[in-house]
Nanobody, 121 residues
Framework: QVQLVESGGGVVQPGGSLRLSCAAS????????MGWYRQVPGKERDLVAR???????NYGDAAKGRFTISRDNAKNTVYLQMNSLKPEDTAVYYC???????????????WGQGTQVTVSS
């Protein structure tokens, strides 16, 4: 079973920066894509950024030009560097990982518990 632990959320002023981390732990799996999504109350969970196993990335419109996703495959960890933060970036940010179980090749999808990011003066 894959477990995800997120860190790095908090309160920041507009224009500030935060770096989120999400580490996957467990054994017997191979990770493919890793990504970040965010959700505000009453709305759907939206893509922030996603990075494939080979390093290709895609970003949601709100993140383009301000956020950067990266990953450390040796540590099974994905990062989200968020710069020039705006009040509308306030949300709960969730890490998502998908991959395959090595023994069965079954696909798995795991979500982190979420970390709150608040942008406010």
């Amino acid at each position: 079973q894959v477990q995800l632990v997120e860190s790095g959320g908090g309160v920041v002023q507009p224009g500030g920066s935060l770096r989120l981390s999400c580490a996957a732990s467990g054994s017997g799996f191979r990770i493919n894509a890793m990504g970040w999504y965010r959700q505000v109350p009453g709305k759907e969970r939206d893509l922030v950024a996603r990075i494939a196993s080979g390093g290709s990335t895609n970003y949601g419109d709100a993140a383009k030009g301000r956020f950067t996703i990266s990953r450390d495959n040796a540590k099974n960890t994905v990062y989200l560097q968020m710069n020039s933060l705006k009040p509308e970036d306030t949300a709960v940010y969730y890490c998502k990982v998908d991959g395959r179980v090595l023994t069965t090749m079954a696909v798995f999808i795991s979500w982190g518990q979420g970390t709150q990011v608040t942008v406010s003066s």
